[in-house]
Structures are given as structure tokens and as C-alpha cells.
């Protein structure tokens, strides 16, 4: 029989090896629905941007692309800094927009959260992130919002989440972008 479950594909906006935002990607693949599964794309190895570049990308993002264009939806899970998204998120997003004409992104279904050390838990970075979202025409899922303040104290040792309320708004948010993306795809169909 076919395989029905719906690939959301799981970027993480850091490439630091205890990451708290990697820790809750891999925290998200086991709280996922049945009938959806959480691939995870790593952001290391992606240059940096350059237009001039653009009409021939590295191998990593033409993986990148391939990989967006392949899931049903995208789950974004973002550290802050300086108030916004880091650079090396943006700079994947970027990447995998360009070059005009030809985004990844378009149209995609997409949910994001996010966990940092201060207390108000990537709130400036994930309103920065909406912001791009709506620049991609992706369709970005409102409820739950996830900010995952005093990260510290929600992790183990071993990097696992811990914290049982957090798990509990993970799984409300990966049920909620699961039925978003059918509706979503429901409805392009009836429409063509
Ligand atoms: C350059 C930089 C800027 C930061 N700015 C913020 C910030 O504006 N707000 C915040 O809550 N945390 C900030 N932090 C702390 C991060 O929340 C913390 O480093 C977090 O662990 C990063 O995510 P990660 O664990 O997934 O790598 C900053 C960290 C760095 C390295």
C-alpha cells in the first residue's frame, strides 16, 4: 500500500552542536502525528549568498531546494538573535528563494516555534520570520504560537526536552499544520 504520511521537512536556524532549536526538531519528530513524518534538513555546508551565484547554486542548496520542493510543509524552529532570525537562516531561505521566479517556497504550508536562554523565547524573531514568510507566499499556521523561554531549564543533559507542557503545545501545533496542509491542498485541488 502507498504511504499516505505527509513529509514535513524540519529546519533548524543553528548550526551549534547543543543547539536548544535542534534539540526541539529532534523533540518534534517524535511528537509528530502518525500520519505525518519530520525529516530534518541541516543548514551547515550552505555559502553565503551571492546573486552573482544565484544561477548556480552549490550542491547543498540545490539539496535544499529538491528537499522543500519534495515536503508537503515546513517546519521552521528558530533561535533569536539580536532580536531577529539568525543570519544563517535568512541566508538558507534566501538561497532557496532565488532565483526569481523559481522559489522553493511558494505556496508551501509552514509552522515555526522556536527556544532561546531569555525568558521571551524568540517572540521578536519569530514575528521577523512571519514577516519573510509573507514575502515567500508561504502559508504560515497561527495557533499554537511556541516560544520556548529559559530554554535551560526545559532540556536534560542529553539535550532532550523535557518540559511535558511544551511537548504537549508541539504536538497541537504539528496535529494543527498536518490538517492546514490537507485543507490547503484541498482546496488547490478543487480549484484546478
Ligand atoms: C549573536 C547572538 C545574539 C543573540 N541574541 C539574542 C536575542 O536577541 N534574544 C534572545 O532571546 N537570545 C539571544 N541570544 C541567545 C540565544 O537565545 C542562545 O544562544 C540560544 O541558545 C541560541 O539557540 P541554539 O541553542 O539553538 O543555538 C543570542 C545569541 C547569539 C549568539
Do not use: C
Not at 52 to 77: C, G
Not at 88 to 105: C, E, F, M, Q
Not at 106 to 130: C, D, E, I, M
Not at 171 to 192: E, F, G, M, P
Amino acid at each position: 500500500m502507498a504511504d499516505k504520511k505527509l513529509t514535513i521537512l524540519g529546519i533548524a536556524g543553528s548550526l551549534r552542536k547543543s543547539s536548544y532549536n535542534r534539540a526541539v526538531l529532534r523533540a518534534a519528530q517524535l511528537l509528530a502525528p502518525s500520519d505525518a513524518r519530520i525529516e530534518v534538513f541541516e543548514l551547515d555546508g550552505i555559502p553565503s549568498f551571492n546573486e552573482d551565484e544565484e544561477q548556480h547554486p552549490s550542491a547543498k542548496v540545490i539539496e535544499l531546494k529538491e528537499r522543500v520542493r519534495a515536503a508537503a510543509a515546513i517546519l521552521f524552529v528558530t533561535p533569536e538573535y539580536n532580536y531577529s532570525i539568525p543570519g544563517v537562516l535568512k541566508n538558507a531561505i534566501d538561497w532557496a528563494s532565488r532565483p526569481y521566479g523559481n522559489s522553493a517556497w511558494q505556496g508551501k504550508p509552514v509552522a515555526l516555534l522556536g527556544a532561546s536562554v531569555s525568558p521571551l523565547g524568540t517572540a521578536r524573531a519569530q514575528y521577523h520570520l512571519r514577516q519573510v514568510l509573507l514575502s515567500l507566499d508561504m502559508h504560515a499556521l497561527n495557533r499554537p504560537e511556541i516560544m520556548i523561554g529559559n530554554a535551560a531549564e526545559r532540556f536534560n543533559e542529553q539535550g532532550e526536552l523535557t518540559d511535558e507542557k511544551t511537548k504537549e503545545l508541539i504536538r497541537r501545533l504539528l496535529q494543527n499544520l498536518v490538517a492546514w496542509t490537507r485543507q490547503i491542498s484541498q482546496q488547490s485541488a478543487s480549484a484546478d
